[in-house]
Every structure is written in C-alpha cells, then in structure tokens.
C-alpha cells in the first residue's frame, strides 16, 4: 500500500512539473531587462558585493565602542582572588575601543577598496549575462526562422515527389527521377527535425538563463531589429574599450587595494592605543577590607591601553615582500587584460566585414532566387512552366532565406559583441 502511494505520488510530482511548463513570449529587450534581475549569476553577484560592502562595517567594527555588563559574584574565603583576571564583584562593566590603530585603519579601506571592486565585478556580470541572453535570443529567433523556411522545403518538395510520381505513373520520368525525389524529401526533413531541435534546446536554455525553470520556454518575438550602432572606427572602439572596461578597473581597484594592505603591514610599527574602561560594585563578604587599607564599594577606571611593537618577527617583511609579489601579478594581469581587449576589438571589427559582406552576398542572392520564381509564375500561367518547376524553385528560395538569416544574425552577433567589449551593450539593450 505505501509502494502504491509512493508511486502516486511520484506519478504527481512528474506530471506536475511537466504541465508548470509555460512560454513566455518576449523582445529582445524584456529577455535582457529580465535577466538582469531574476538571473541566478547576476543575484549571485550582487550577494557578493552585499557581501563586500558588509566586510567594511566589520573591519570598521573595532573603533566602535564594545560595552559589556555582568557580574563576578563568589564566595571568598582568604584573600580575594581574581574572576577571569577581575576581582569579585556584584556588578561591573568594561567598555572597549580602538583610538588609535593604523593597521586597523588600513584595513578599513582595504575593505572599501575591495567593496568597490565588487562593484566592477557584479557589473561585470551584468555584461556578461546581457550578452548571453542576446546570443541565445538570436539562436533561438534564428533557429525559429530557419525552421519554419525548412518546413517549407519540406512542403515543396513534397508537392515535387507527388508530380514525379505521376510522371512516372504515365510513363513521362523515369523511376529513379522519383527516387532521386524521394532522398531529397528525406534529407530535407532531416534537416527540418536538426533545426526544430536547435530551436527547441535555445528556448530551453533562454529560459533558463532567465530565470525561470527549465522547463518553460522563451520565444522570441517575431520582429525586425535594426542594426545596433557601433563606433565609427576601430580605434575608437578601442578607446571607449579601454576607458569602459570594468576589468580593468576592477585590477586598479584590486592594485589599490593591495597597496593599502603593504601600508597596514608597515604600519604594524607604529604604537596602538586603545581605550579602557572599567566599573565594579564590590561587596563587603569578600574580605576586602581585611587586606585593603581603603576599601570602596565603587570602583571604576577611564583610560588608554598604549602598545609600542619592538619586534614584529621575520614574518612582518615577508608579508609585505608577499603583497608586492602581488601587486606585479595584478599589474601583468591588467597587460595582458589590455593587450586583449585591443586583439578581440580587432577580431571582432574582422567578423562584421565578413559578416557584412556575407550578408550583401546572401540578399543579392535571395533577390535573384525570389525574381527567378517570379518569372517561373509568370511563364505557368502561360503555360510554359510546370509545377515542378515552381516547386524547385521555392525550395531554392526557402534555401537562399536559410542563408540569409544565418548571414543577418551572424552580422548582429558580431555589432553586439563589439557593444559588450565597449562597454555600451547595456544602455544598447536598454
């Protein structure tokens, strides 16, 4: 019986999660609007800098004043002895500040340096999911489109096999004209099924990546999109690349903050002061006034804990010669992150010719196939072209479209991949 309720309950688990599967119709703009709120990196990435930004109230922490009340009480037999390094009393209080501690103080701004670093790092993210949810928004809108003109070659050259068939029939064709027919019916509807999967594996993922579950499915608005505008020239892409690059400037800010963890390792010599300050509510049975000329009740003490170092160790130098080592990685870094924006902008300047010019070859050649069925049209109604024919040359059409949407996407791919290197994907989306 339990079997049999575990199975039901399965059995409603699965078709739950099968029939919570929706589709969500979207631009190109809403998908990126709402991935920059709901998608899992990017709410991870803002954790982080919540994170970061948290860090500098800890590290600021100790030059707030800590006050703690309590008591000691005991019973004493003899003389006094102390309770965790305090006599015995009915009530005390100790309060507890840093007033001087430049260590302390560097690692304060250590922390707002790196608050701030995480501030690059989650627009980063940004970035790099708008990016990602345009790509997939492109495969998915591409993949549909070529879909949809397979489907249309499968529908010609089914009308194509049809004809020959009855050729055949009466005599007219040949049998492996029908057979010839036949395999390229079948190796359309192979392709129909490859691209009908590639749409569905987009949309999938674009949901995902979205922020919903993996079962739902995002579907692109059919749409015209213009062209996104790109900087005139090479080099001042690359300028804007370099003055906009939040890789960078998270290294600068990670530099920064390097170079103020050496200055709180050097300033490990300088003296601390901390404040001290006590109160205790002494009790007569304790015996006080037993060993103590003065006994008083109330007690307390106001003043300041100075600390001078004379000998911090070996480890002291070689904490800072370690952060320098540092510092030279991250300056190498910030090379080589500089050395490849300048490369990937200039493959990608690259890629839009090829993409461009691919894409004047591919309309220049759907104009032809589309004025060549034109005048097919025209001659059937005349009688002087079959339909066979026709059919033929509608599939030549449907396959100058496919070439021409890989050849449109691959152009716009190619302008929003600058945009996202220049930095200006965001407010291009938006």
């Known amino acids: 019986m339990r079997k049999f309720a575990l199975l039901l309950t399965i059995s409603s688990l699965?078709?739950?999660?099968?029939?919570?599967a929706e589709t969500h119709t979207l631009t190109l703009k809403q998908a990126v609007a709402r991935a920059l709120t709901q998608n899992?990196?990017?709410v991870m990435a803002r954790l982080d800098e919540a994170?970061?930004?948290?860090?500098?109230?800890?590290?600021?922490?100790?030059?707030?004043?800590?006050v703690g009340m309590g008591t000691g009480l005991a019973y004493t037999n003899g003389f006094p002895l102390s309770i965790e390094g305090s006599a015995p009393a009915i009530f005390q209080a100790k309060a507890s500040q840093y007033l001087f501690?430049?260590?302390?103080?560097?690692?304060?701004?250590q922390a707002k340096e790196s608050a701030r670093g995480a501030g690059f790092t989650a627009s980063e993210k940004n970035d790099e999911i708008a990016y990602r949810v345009a790509s997939l928004y492109i495969d998915a809108d591409r993949a549909a489109r070529l879909a949809d003109s397979a489907s249309k070659q499968v529908e010609s050259l089914g009308k194509v096999v049809e004809t020959i068939h009855t050729r055949v029939a009466e005599g007219r064709d040949l049998p492996v004209a029908e057979q010839e027919a036949r395999v390229n019916l079948l190796r359309a509807r192979d392709r129909q099924v490859a691209l009908e999967g590639d749409r569905d594996i987009a949309s999938h993922n674009l949901a995902a990546t979205l922020g919903w579950d993996a079962n739902d499915v995002v579907t692109p608005?059919?749409?015209?999109?213009?062209?996104p505008a790109i900087p005139g020239t090479e080099d001042a892409a690359v300028q804007t690349a370099l003055a906009n690059s939040k890789e960078l400037k998270r290294l600068a800010s990670n530099l920064t903050a390097k170079g103020l963890e050496i200055k709180g390792d050097r300033a490990k010599r300088l003296p601390r002061v901390d404040l001290v300050a006590q109160y205790a509510l002494l009790s007569k049975y304790n015996n006080y006034q037993n060993y103590f000329a003065t006994f008083s009740r109330n007690n307390g003490e106001l003043g300041a804990s100075i600390e001078i170092p004379i000998y911090n160790g070996a480890g002291a130098k070689a904490e800072i010669e370690q952060a320098e080592t540092e510092q030279q990685h991250i300056r190498a870094e910030t090379?080589?992150?500089?050395?490849?924006?300048?490369?990937?902008?200039?493959?990608?300047y690259q890629d839009i010719r090829k993409a461009d010019s691919a894409r004047e070859l591919a309309q220049a050649d759907l104009d032809l196939a589309r004025s060549q069925l034109s005048v097919l049209l025209a001659q059937m109604n005349e009688g002087r072209a079959s339909?066979?024919?026709?059919?033929?040359a509608r599939f030549t059409e449907n396959e100058k479209w496919i070439a021409f949407y890989d050849a449109q996407f691959n152009s716009e791919r190619a302008r929003l991949n600058v945009l996202r290197q220049t930095g200006e994907l965001m407010a291009a989306l938006q």
């Open 335 to 348: 090379d080589l992150a500089r050395n490849k924006i300048i490369l990937d902008l200039h493959q990608s």
């Open 14 to 20: 699965v078709h739950t999660s099968l029939t919570a």
């Open 387 to 392: 339909l066979r024919q026709i059919e033929e």
């Open 40 to 42: 899992p990196e990017v």
């Open 51 to 66: 994170k970061a930004a948290l860090a500098v109230r800890l590290a600021h922490n100790p030059f707030t004043p800590h």
């Open 221 to 227: 608005v059919t749409e015209e999109r213009a062209a």
């Open 101 to 109: 501690n430049r260590p302390q103080s560097y690692v304060v701004k």
